[in-house]
């Protein structure tokens, strides 16, 4: 198990750009696969990126697809998710999560997760 934290969100006008970070104490940090999921006010949680232990393989949201990109540094022991072109509807938390093994699209795989941080996007 790995013990995340996030930075990175704020308010930014939409067509803008932010970086997001998860940061990551375990030591085991190489091992497990990560994902980014959002959740908006009244919204279920929703899927947005994830990837691989060793960072050969992602995969990305339809609705973001092209604008987001998650990428991870293991010696960092650090995951980030680059938003670019943001819209409105990208408002929510961001949380990031991590698991052992294979990266999933659904949240209950997920073993380790975040505190979350704020995206405002305003038009």
């Known amino acids: 198990q790995v013990e995340l934290v996030e930075s990175g969100g704020g308010l930014v006008q939409a067509g803008g750009s932010l970086r997001l970070s998860c940061a990551a104490s375990?030591?085991?940090?190489?091992?497990?696969?990560m994902g980014w999921f959002r959740q908006a006010p009244g919204k279920e949680r929703e899927f947005v990126a994830a990837?691989?232990?060793?960072?050969?393989?992602?995969s990305h949201a339809d609705s973001v697809k092209g604008r987001f990109l998650i990428s991870r540094d293991n010696a960092k022991n650090t995951v980030y998710l680059q938003m670019n072109s943001l819209k409105p509807e990208d408002t929510a938390v961001y949380h990031c999560?991590?698991?052992?093994?294979?990266?999933?699209?659904?949240?209950?795989?997920?073993?380790?997760w975040g505190q979350g941080t704020q995206v405002t996007v305003s038009s």
């Open positions: 999560a991590g698991r052992p093994g294979p990266y999933s699209f659904e949240a209950e795989f997920y073993t380790s």
């Open positions: 375990g030591r085991t940090f190489s091992n497990y696969a």
């Open positions: 990837i691989s232990g060793g960072g050969g393989i992602t």
